[in-house]
């Protein structure tokens, strides 16, 4: 890893259409941040998948994950969209006074309306992490996930997919195992680029030492359960556990393991606070 890489980061850095072998592994405000992003073995077209890293002061920064649908083209663009979005709005934020969670909802509503002027259907999911110095805030909308657990492997924090699966086993109607080989699990209700889009947004939830955030696209939940995702998270430094991650995800795409999968293209943001 070159100087650059290990530098700690003072402006945005994006992550598009990526083709990743490993992770990449920076120094990000009171801890480091490893990314990971690859398309799905099962094509040759682009990752529609979309990342970002946001300095925001000091103290303060954004994370940004989307997974963009609606033809490979289309997806990719939906994707890119949604990211450069939420970082345009939180870098115009930093003289303005305004608080941070204004930039972030302005961020998601010039998505939706980026996305929307597309024209042909195209939508993507869209995280968002808001991490200051000693706390969490989570913005969601879509099925791409935001988990918090800490280093004995306790899930501090999980959110709701938007989609009628995620509904069902935060119901408790479907066992997690389950819905990641249900019918339906491709089917999302709450998507940027739709005229019904809706922000969820979670209360701030502190971070203790050693806690590690994960914002991921699907390709990382329909593949692996919260529960082994946990179990590789909590072993060893950051970049490792996501490289672990990344190479379970691609056995069971490729059908190595004998359990069943979903290919697909694959976006992991980590941050873990000193």
């Known amino acids: 890893m070159n100087d650059l890489q290990n530098?700690?980061?003072?402006?945005?850095?994006?992550?598009?259409?990526?083709?990743?072998?490993?992770?990449?592994?920076?120094?990000?405000?009171?801890g480091a941040v490893s990314v990971f992003s690859t398309r799905s073995p099962a094509k040759l077209?682009?990752?529609?998948?979309?990342?970002?890293?946001?300095?925001?002061?000091?103290?303060?920064?954004?994370?940004?994950?989307?997974?963009?649908?609606?033809?490979?083209a289309s997806g990719e663009l939906a994707a890119r969209l949604a990211v450069e979005s939420v970082v345009h709005a939180v870098v115009e934020n930093r003289n303005s006074g305004l608080l941070l969670r204004?930039?972030?909802?302005?961020?998601?509503?010039?998505?939706?309306?980026?996305?929307?002027?597309?024209?042909?259907?195209?939508?993507?999911?869209?995280a968002v992490v808001e991490i200051s110095e000693e706390q969490v805030r989570p913005y969601h909308c879509g099925d791409s996930i935001i988990l918090v657990t800490g280093q004995r492997g306790k899930i501090k924090?999980?959110?709701?997919?938007?989609?009628?699966?995620?509904?069902?086993?935060?119901?408790?109607?479907?066992e997690p195992s389950a819905a990641m080989h249900h019918e339906d699990r491709h089917l999302i209700l709450n998507a940027i680029g739709s005229t019904n889009m809706r922000i969820e947004i979670g209360s701030a939830l502190k971070l203790a030492a050693r806690d590690t955030v994960v914002l991921a696209s699907d390709g990382l939940t329909d593949n692996l359960q919260v529960d082994e995702i946990v179990q590789?998270?909590?072993?060893?430094?950051?970049?490792?556990?996501?490289?672990?991650?990344?190479?379970?995800?691609?056995?069971?795409?490729?059908?190595?393991?004998?359990?069943?999968?979903?290919?697909?293209?694959?976006?992991?943001?980590?941050?873990?606070?000193?």
């Open 45 to 72: 077209s682009s990752n529609e998948d979309a990342a970002a890293i946001v300095p925001y002061d000091e103290r303060t920064g954004v994370l940004v994950v989307a997974d963009g649908m609606g033809g490979h």
């Open 7 to 30: 530098a700690i980061l003072d402006a945005p850095t994006y992550y598009l259409d990526s083709f990743m072998e490993v992770p990449v592994d920076r120094q990000f405000l009171h």
């Open 157 to 174: 924090l999980t959110t709701t997919s938007h989609s009628p699966v995620g509904y069902g086993v935060e119901a408790g109607l479907l």
């Open 232 to 274: 590789v998270m909590r072993k060893g430094a950051l970049a490792r556990s996501i490289q672990s991650i990344a190479t379970i995800c691609r056995d069971r795409m490729n059908g190595s393991s004998g359990l069943l999968s979903k290919p697909d293209d694959l976006t992991i943001v980590a941050f873990r606070r000193n």
């Open 102 to 126: 204004s930039a972030i909802i302005n961020g998601f509503e010039l998505a939706n309306a980026k996305v929307q002027s597309i024209g042909n259907g195209a939508g993507t999911t869209l």
